[in-house]
C-alpha cells in the first residue's frame, strides 16, 4: 500500500516562527502536493512538485515555500508563522503510471498562537 | 479556473442510494472527473474517476453526462459510515483543485 506519511499530527508555534511540515511517500511517486483545509473553504492547494526541484504554485502560495530536495519527501515552509495560517495541512502524492488517484497523509493541524 | 459546483449538503436514508451531482462546465476534452471523500479527522480518500463513460466499483457509480459539463456520484446502498464530505474535482496534468464538498448524512 502507497503510504503518505506527514510528520506532526498537532503542532503548536507562535507567531514569527519559521515552521517546517514535512511529507515522505514509499512510493516513488513523481508529483507531491500541499493543501490547507479550513471550515467553509475545502481543500485549497498551496504547492504542487512534479519533480525533484521543480515546483508550481497553487491558489494560494502567499506566505508559503516548498522544497523538493529528494523525490520521497516534500516539505512545506512557513517563514514566518501568523495565526491566519492555523489551519489542516494535507500532503498528497501521485504517481504517473497509475489511475491519477491521489493519495494523502492524515494531516497536520497547525496552530499558529 | 478547474471548478467545480456541488451542493453543500445532502441527507440520505440508510440503505437507499445517494446520488451526488457536481457540475464541472469548463471541464476540457482530456481531463478525468474524480470524486474522494473525507470522513472527519482523516485524509481524502479516492472513490471513483471517469473521462467519458460510466463507471462503477465496488464502492460506487460514476455517471458522466453526454457534453461532460456535469457528473453524478451514486452509492447504492447508503451505510452510516457513508457520512462524509464528498468531492468531486477535475484535473489536468497535475493540478488537482478541490472546492468545498457535499457533506452527506446517511440517517439511520
Known amino acids: 500500500d502507497v503510504k503518505v506519511t506527514q510528520s506532526s499530527r498537532y503542532l503548536v508555534k507562535r507567531t514569527g516562527e519559521k515552521v517546517f511540515l514535512e511529507c515522505v511517500q514509499d512510493?516513488?511517486?513523481?508529483?507531491m502536493f500541499w493543501y490547507r483545509q479550513d471550515p467553509g473553504l475545502g481543500l485549497r492547494l498551496i504547492y504542487f512538485s512534479y519533480d525533484v526541484k521543480m515546483k508550481e504554485k497553487g491558489d494560494i502560495p502567499e506566505g508559503y515555500s516548498v522544497s523538493r530536495e529528494k523525490k520521497e519527501r516534500f516539505s512545506l515552509i512557513l517563514e514566518s508563522a501568523s495565526t491566519n495560517q492555523t489551519s489542516m495541512y494535507l500532503c498528497?502524492?501521485?504517481?504517473?503510471?497509475?489511475?491519477?488517484?491521489?493519495?494523502f497523509g492524515e494531516g497536520s493541524r497547525l496552530t499558529v498562537l | 479556473d478547474a471548478k467545480t459546483t456541488q451542493p453543500t449538503s445532502m441527507d440520505c436514508a440508510e440503505g437507499r442510494a445517494a446520488n451526488l451531482p457536481c457540475n464541472h462546465s469548463?471541464?476540457?476534452?482530456?481531463?478525468?472527473v474524480y470524486w474522494y471523500r473525507q470522513i472527519h479527522s482523516q485524509g481524502p480518500q479516492y472513490i471513483i474517476h471517469?473521462?467519458?463513460n460510466n463507471e462503477t466499483n465496488e464502492m460506487a457509480s460514476l455517471i458522466i453526462t453526454e457534453d461532460r459539463k456535469s457528473s453524478t456520484l451514486i452509492l447504492p446502498h447508503a451505510t452510516l459510515r457513508d457520512t462524509a464530505v464528498y468531492y468531486c474535482i477535475w484535473a489536468g496534468t497535475y493540478k488537482y483543485i478541490f472546492g468545498t464538498g457535499t457533506r452527506l448524512k446517511v440517517l439511520a
Open positions: 471517469g473521462l467519458k
Open positions: 469548463t471541464i476540457s476534452g482530456n481531463e478525468y
Open positions: 498528497a502524492s501521485l504517481g504517473l503510471t497509475n489511475t491519477g488517484e491521489l493519495f
Open positions: 512510493m516513488d511517486h513523481e508529483n
